[in-house]
T-cell receptor, first 114, second 114 residues
């Protein structure tokens, strides 16, 4: 089975604090995607990388997040100043490339902002 | 602008019935259409997928029907079982550049009663 590893599983931050989540994509996968999910509902696309380069990201990520994928073995998603609305499950996923291959999801990092 | 629309939001069927989940999309450049399912407390996982060269894809009890002209596709779950109870997400992906990422529908929560 594919194994995308995410850490930490849970993190609690105060409003205004910085948060960082890490992801190790499946070995050999060159495309890495981050999604945000609130209350087990919609999977909201945040950003994706192909061969360590960011190819697309939503405005919220450009404005308040930091994301890098410097190597195919470790990527990270950071929030510079947490807001209550950032409380969610952050899912990292990877695929062999960005053309219709199966997306494998990690277990997610659950962020709670208090 | 919501590029992938999914309905119904929730669906309850009896064991043995066929559950039908519907999706529509707007971007005619989309060329890959997967369905993912997510059980409570777990990450989404690929269930079945189709490309527009076909109008039907079967895998056991799961069938995708695809209508390119109307930009619609549906998932039929035959002989539904209580173990099928989960949230199902349809998705669509284009090819190349910023379009090469999965855009998900808002999900259908399926409950199968015995």
């Amino acid at each position: 089975d594919a194994a995308v590893t995410q850490k930490p599983r849970y993190l609690i931050k105060m409003k205004g604090q910085e948060a960082e989540m890490k992801c190790i994509p499946e070995k050999g996968h060159t495309a890495v995607f981050w999604y945000q999910q609130k209350q087990s509902k919609e999977l909201k696309f945040l950003i994706y990388f192909q061969n360590q380069q960011p190819l697309d990201q939503i405005d919220m990520v450009k404005e308040r997040f930091s994301a890098v994928c410097p190597s195919s073995s470790l990527c990270s998603l950071g929030i510079r100043t947490c807001e209550a609305e950032d409380s969610a499950l952050y899912l990292c996923s990877s695929s062999r490339d960005n053309s219709g291959n199966t997306l494998y999801f990690g277990e997610g990092s659950r962020l709670i902002v208090v | 602008q919501q590029q992938v629309r999914q309905s119904p939001q929730s669906l309850t069927v009896w064991e043995g019935e066929t559950a039908i989940l519907n999706c529509s999309y707007e971007d005619s450049t989309f060329d890959y259409f997967p369905w993912y399912h997510q059980f409570p407390g777990e990450s989404p996982a690929l269930l079945i997928a189709i490309r527009p060269v076909s109008n039907k894809k079967e895998d056991g009890r799961f069938t995708i029907f695809f209508n390119k002209r109307e930009k619609k596709f549906s998932l039929h779950i035959a002989d539904s079982q209580p173990g099928d109870s989960a949230t199902y997400f349809c998705a669509a992906e284009g090819s190349g550049g910023s379009n090469a990422k999965l855009t998900f529908g808002k999900g259908t929560k399926l409950s199968v009663k015995s």
